[in-house]
């Protein structure tokens, strides 16, 4: 038999029928049959016929049965619950990454007054301690002149002292020193 020779599938089924529609059609003697037309590629084109049920959970074709109808609703209960408890748990999930990131935040900005305060204390310090800096530089400029004045006084000054030499004028102020002890 070649596929393009191929017109229907039969299948013999039991006293109740099947609660599946679609490409079955049940004849009326109980066989039902799932239709093909001629193929023009024999490996992929099936005829499905127009008027296809769509599959409605709700549908009393579907289960008659109450247990079932229980069960289903049982089942989308629990599948509600736990979508419901995902929920709070990722809500309270959120809320606690929130808390922390505040917290981080915070814990931050004391930092950063912190830091600010100790750059204030330091930047006075410099300013400090650079002033003293300057007003040794001048004390010392100062003192610089001083002894340049004085050697040079001392250098104008003639020598005609009873000392003869410096070396006596230390050994005078030697023994002054003694005396006083």
Same mark, same amino acid.
Not at 33 to 38: E, P
Not at 76 to 88: A, H
Not at 93 to 122: G, P, T, Y
């Given at each position: 038999?070649? %596929? ?16 599946? %529609? ?34 409605? %959970? ?44 505040q917290r981080h935040l915070d814990e931050l900005w004391s930092q950063v ?69």
């Amino acid at each position: 038999m070649q %596929p393009s020779e191929v017109s229907g599938l039969h299948y013999i089924v039991a006293s109740n029928p099947s609660p599946y %529609p679609g490409h079955f059609s049940i004849t009326e003697s109980n066989t039902p049959t799932f239709q093909l037309n001629g193929f023009s590629n024999p490996l992929c084109n099936f005829y499905i016929p127009s008027q296809v049920p769509e599959f409605n %959970p709700q549908s009393s074709c579907v289960s008659n049965n109450s247990t079932s109808d229980e069960a289903e609703e049982q089942q989308l209960s629990l599948i509600n619950e736990r979508k419901q408890r995902r929920m709070i748990s990722n809500r309270e999930s959120a809320r606690r990454s929130r808390m922390r990131k505040q917290r981080h935040l915070d814990e931050l900005w004391s930092q950063v007054v912190w830091l600010r305060n100790e750059n204030h204390q330091l930047i006075d310090k410099l300013n400090h301690v650079s002033e003293c800096h300057d007003r040794v530089l001048q004390e010392n400029v100062q003192l610089k002149e001083e002894a340049s004045e004085l050697r040079q006084m001392l250098s104008d000054m003639p020598l005609s002292s009873p000392y003869s030499t410096l070396r006596d004028l230390e050994d005078i102020s030697l023994k002054h020193d003694f005396s006083e002890n």
